[in-house]
């Protein structure tokens, strides 16, 4: 029987010590060690000699060969622009995301799509079965996907070594351990031995491979920190379970960059890509409702318009409620604070209500503007016309300050069908495109109002 002994590990950079502690030394965070049992005969550094292969000279970084990074085209578009333009060969990428939210669904239905790329599948979840039933759903077979069902890393190894795959999915991270560290899977030892050895095999047989990774409560990503540091990409995949939108972002990434977003939709035949995402967030008519604005924003890189919802409403008891979905609820309540003080508006004793449509997220700045011309709208309970959209920065003092990308902005409410767009002065320097859309230069909340309820 090896001899074991316990330590007690960071959950956040890693570091161990022999006692519990409740503040890392090393990084400073609280609550973040958990105990490992290790074993003394088998030291946890056996794993890197897993994939032991030629040894790498030392090379003049002049001499090193550059030329544009190959890519592997995975055939669906908002992936290969979130990856930076296609997966680049020996990357190790990682995918988080809560559960159910389609991490599977995504891998699955991208590697049955790649037809003349031998795949294999590492599930430590799910049966083949299940696999097989969800490929049905998806309704696409591929000849070149290979599945496994193993969570032993050793094995996975003796599968990769006789199947020679091109790319390796791992499905997920979390359930996947090693003989050589003794604690359960899924511990941060585990997940720290494990995409060491599997990081080490990517670089030296440069084969692509994808980690699934499970997210904790707080949403950041399962394990070690270190793990965001060993791979080079690191994408998140988000949503509202109740909605059918998905978002995926790229948090880290050595080959591109990280403003880029993909969007998705959770079908009954798996995900559809949603290459124009303002078509599907404004199918509603709006026309004389009050409380509805439409915000020209910017998330990731990509332009769209988006229909922000309010409704306001007096106070039944003593303290007013303040909620908001998908928007920031102590901005809200500070662009609340601006309309008291700038405009005069009563919203003490009022119940304010936010929605931004769709289920998504949205942290743009620019979306303030619309935020509080919608509240406004409903106080008033004055519509704004339909073919009016806005972006604009609120400052505390009720100024309009500019916003980037601009020029996208207006564009893509051109193209949509936008009349009028509101907004910052000083903001178009630069911009000089011929456009058939109304520009209208506002300077502080007060011009916006003007122009919007008359
Ligand atoms: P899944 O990929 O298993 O999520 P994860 O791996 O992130 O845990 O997706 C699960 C959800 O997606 C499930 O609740 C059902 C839904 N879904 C669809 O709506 N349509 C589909 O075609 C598929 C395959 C799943
Ligand atoms: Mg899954």
């Not at 292969?53 to 055939?75: C, F, M, N, Q």
């Not at 979390?174 to 050895?197: H, K, M, N, W, Y």
């Not at 919608?374 to 008033?380: C, D, G, I």
Request: charged share 25%.
């Amino acid at each position: 029987m090896a001899k074991t002994k316990t330590v007690y590990v960071c959950n956040s950079c890693g570091n161990d010590s022999p006692k519990w502690q409740g503040k890392c030394p090393v990084c400073g965070e609280w609550n973040t060690y958990v105990e490992e049992i290790i074993s003394k005969d088998n030291p946890a550094k056996n794993s890197l000699h897993l994939f032991e292969t030629s040894k790498a000279k030392p090379l003049l970084l002049k001499d090193v060969e550059t030329g544009e990074e190959p890519r592997i085209d995975l055939h669906d578009g908002e992936l290969n622009r979130v990856l930076g333009g296609g997966l680049v060969p020996g990357s190790l990428v990682l995918i988080g995301g809560e559960p159910g939210i389609g991490k599977s669904t995504l891998v699955l239905q991208t590697v049955l799509g790649l037809k003349n790329i031998k795949t294999l599948y590492v599930s430590g979840e799910e049966s083949a079965r299940q696999l097989k039933l969800r490929a049905d759903r998806i309704n696409s077979n591929s000849e070149n996907c290979y599945i496994v069902c193993e969570t032993n890393l050793e094995q996975v190894f003796v599968h990769i070594r006789n199947l020679n795959p091109d790319f390796v999915i791992i499905d997920s991270i979390q359930t996947i351990f090693t003989d050589v560290v003794e604690s359960s899977p899924g511990s941060v030892s585990q997940v720290r031995e494990c995409s060491a050895a599997i990081l080490k095999f990517a670089k030296e047989t440069s084969t692509p491979v994808v980690l699934i990774g499970h997210i904790n409560k707080e949403g950041s990503i399962a394990g070690p920190k270190v793990l965001e540091h060993i791979v080079d990409t690191v994408l998140q995949f988000e949503g509202d379970q109740h909605y059918m939108y998905r978002i995926l972002r790229s948090i880290k990434n050595r080959f591109g960059s990280t403003a880029e977003l993909g969007i998705y939709e959770m079908r009954q035949n798996g995900l559809r890509e949603v290459s124009n995402p303002s078509e599907l967030l404004l199918t509603q008519n709006h026309e004389g409702l009050s409380g509805v604005s439409i915000a020209a924003a910017i998330e990731g890189i990509r332009p769209f318009l988006i229909e922000t919802q309010s409704l306001v409403s007096t106070a039944a008891y003593g303290t007013p409620q303040r909620s908001s979905t998908g928007f920031d609820l102590r901005r809200m309540n500070m662009l609340l604070a601006v309309l008291e003080k700038r405009v005069g508006f009563k919203l003490v004793q009022k119940d304010v209500f936010l929605n931004i449509a769709g289920g998504l997220k949205v942290n743009d700045p620019g979306m303030d503007l619309s935020v509080i011309s919608a509240v406004l709208s409903s106080s008033l309970d004055i519509s704004i016309e339909k073919h009016v959209c806005m972006t604009g920065e609120v400052g505390l003092s009720g100024e309009i300050r500019p916003v980037n990308r601009i020029e996208q902005r207006i564009l893509e409410a051109e193209k949509l069908g936008f009349s009028k767009i509101l907004l910052p002065r000083n903001n178009l320097k630069g911009f000089t495109s011929k456009v058939n859309i109304e520009i209208v230069q506002v300077r502080k909340v007060e011009e916006a109002f003007r122009q919007l309820f008359g």
